[in-house]
């Protein structure tokens, strides 16, 4: 039989049930600062006490807050010792950052067994300078801290001054009457040498929200879980429009406002809202607005036609308000003319009200204003096509061109390219009077090129429709429309006979 050899079993945790805290050094008990680890050579030593059976090969584990520190092995010379130490750099505890955290430590013996987690001795770290010196917010654009109507709707600049000891990654939050203003900013590079860090918008809803009156704005700069407050910025809020308000104050347009309406004067020209042609043009018109409940008298209506910068005036009475009926502005036709024709002349008004700085913006009225002189064809009107396969006596025969005889539409006064031409021709039984032959009727549509600009529009007639006719008349006409309006060109007429002399009857 061999020779015994014992074999140990330890399962104990070292230490024991307790483990005592580590040993601060006394610069570090009521907090450590930059200057202090300075002093200590920017390395920090913490003593770790002696325990219940301490062994050499145990390792130290030490833990600062959660996050887990520097080892250290016991050597056989450390046994019965109160003096192992465990040093941290000082690149370790700027990491950690500012603020208290709980150190402690574990053992582990060469059997693996784990020590409970010691007591926890508290350190205080204050290497990093804290912001200070954070003045109060600027507000940019506004004249004596008020915030009027306009300023809220494009939203309000506040502007963050740097302050002492600012840093990279510094968390900004300016608040509106302790109301977060804007998103969160935090600071980079790029912002460190600027007399003013950073611009927030403050928006509308966020200024809304708190109704008139004065309005406190400050930030607030987060670092390491800690927040710093700045000084004050007092603001005068004035959002109330004259009139009634703005349901959807997003927009510049205050949807509570009725568009104007215009209508033309000449009882015999063209009876429809927001169109003007010539004869209306010169005969003025007038812009109707509807009432609304919140009008007072006193406000003043302003009433802007296409790009004229000289409003139109018209104050509201007390007898507007005793009748509370719709409002009528007289547009002259020298204003009118001025401005021009088109499809799309912009008409609006606003309110104003003696002592309220905000104004309010009714939506656009798009008017078409149509002058003869600017329509397809000018003053003289659009002339009538021409037949050019015609002879002299201005007779097509169907026989001569088996695919049908063309008509010319000559480029007319006012020509664009986008215009659309129709030509619609007609056939007659008759050399003269006669009637309609349905099989005869054509029409077609040519969209203006460049080539037509220069050339006009070349539309042939099919030979079916010339056969219908036989031996009579046709007859073409064409319409133009274009961006102004559409416009109906004088007729052409043109003799159709298959027989080899034709005379008019």
């Known amino acids: 039989m061999?020779?015994?050899?014992?074999?140990?079993?330890?399962?104990?945790?070292?230490?024991?049930?307790?483990?005592?805290?580590?040993?601060?050094?006394?610069?570090?008990?009521?907090?450590?600062?930059?200057p202090e680890l300075v002093e200590l050579g920017n390395q920090l030593s913490v003593t770790v006490p002696g325990y219940f059976d301490m062994q050499w090969g145990d390792v130290i584990q030490s833990y600062w807050g959660e996050q887990p520190g520097p080892t250290h092995r016991v050597r056989a010379d450390e046994l019965g010792s109160d003096k192992i130490q465990l040093s941290v750099e000082r690149s370790f505890l700027e990491r950690l950052g500012n603020g208290e955290f709980a150190l402690s430590y574990s053992v582990r013996d060469r059997a693996g067994n784990t020590s409970v987690r010691s007591q926890a001795v508290m350190l205080k770290l204050q290497l990093q300078q804290v912001p200070a010196n954070l003045q109060a917010p600027i507000a940019l654009q506004l004249d004596h801290g008020r915030v009027h109507d306009a300023h809220a709707r494009v939203g309000v600049k506040i502007a963050v001054p740097t302050y002492t000891h600012v840093a990279i990654g510094d968390e900004i939050c300016v608040l509106w009457n302790d109301e977060r203003a804007a998103p969160r900013r935090v600071i980079s590079a790029h912002e460190l040498d600027k007399p003013l860090l950073l611009n927030v918008v403050a928006r509308y809803l966020v200024i809304s929200r708190h109704g008139d009156g004065p309005a406190r704005v400050k930030y607030q700069v987060r670092r390491n879980?800690?927040?710093?407050?700045?000084?004050?910025?007092?603001?005068?809020?004035?959002?109330q429009l004259p009139g009634p308000q703005d349901p959807t104050p997003q927009t510049v347009v205050n949807e509570a406002l009725a568009a104007p309406l215009i209508k033309g004067k000449n009882p015999n020209g063209r009876r429809q809202d927001n169109y003007l042609d010539e004869d209306n043009a010169q005969l003025s018109a007038d812009a109707v607005i509807a009432w609304r409940k919140a009008f007072r008298a006193g406000d003043q209506l302003n009433l802007f036609w296409g790009q004229s910068s000289r409003p139109l005036v018209r104050p509201i009475t007390q007898k507007d308000v005793d009748a509370a009926c719709y409002l009528v502005i007289n547009v002259p036709s020298s204003l009118i003319v001025e401005q021009g024709c088109g499809v799309a002349i912009n008409v609006q008004y606003t309110v104003t009200r003696e002592g309220?700085?905000?104004?309010?913006?009714?939506p656009k009225q798009s008017v078409a204003v149509i002058f003869q002189m600017q329509l397809p064809g000018g003053s003289a009107g659009l002339m009538e096509p021409v037949f050019t396969g015609a002879n002299v006596l201005n007779v097509v025969d169907p026989r001569k061109d088996p695919e049908g005889t063309v008509v010319l539409v000559s480029p007319y006064r006012n020509m664009k390219v986008g215009d659309r031409v129709?030509?619609?021709?007609?056939?007659?039984?008759?050399?003269?009077?006669?009637?309609?032959?349905?099989?005869?009727?054509?029409s077609a549509e040519r969209r203006v090129s460049e080539h037509e600009l220069r050339n006009g529009c070349r539309i042939r007639v099919p030979l079916a429709c010339?056969?219908?006719?036989?031996h009579g008349r046709g007859r073409a006409r064409y319409e133009v429309i274009s961006e102004l309006g559409r416009i109906t060109s004088l007729p052409a007429d043109v003799y159709v006979s298959s027989r080899a002399t034709v005379t008019a009857r």
């Open 2 to 34: 061999s020779q015994t050899t014992p074999i140990i079993i330890d399962r104990r945790p070292p230490g024991g049930a307790l483990l005592a805290a580590l040993i601060l050094p006394p610069v570090a008990r009521d907090g450590l600062t930059d």
């Open 466 to 470: 010339l056969m219908a006719i036989e």
């Open 225 to 239: 879980g800690q927040v710093f407050t700045s000084a004050e910025l007092e603001l005068e809020v004035f959002l």
């Open 422 to 442: 129709v030509l619609r021709f007609c056939g007659f039984d008759a050399l003269t009077g006669g009637n309609e032959i349905d099989a005869a009727t054509f």
């Open 356 to 362: 309220n700085p905000n104004t309010s913006y009714s």
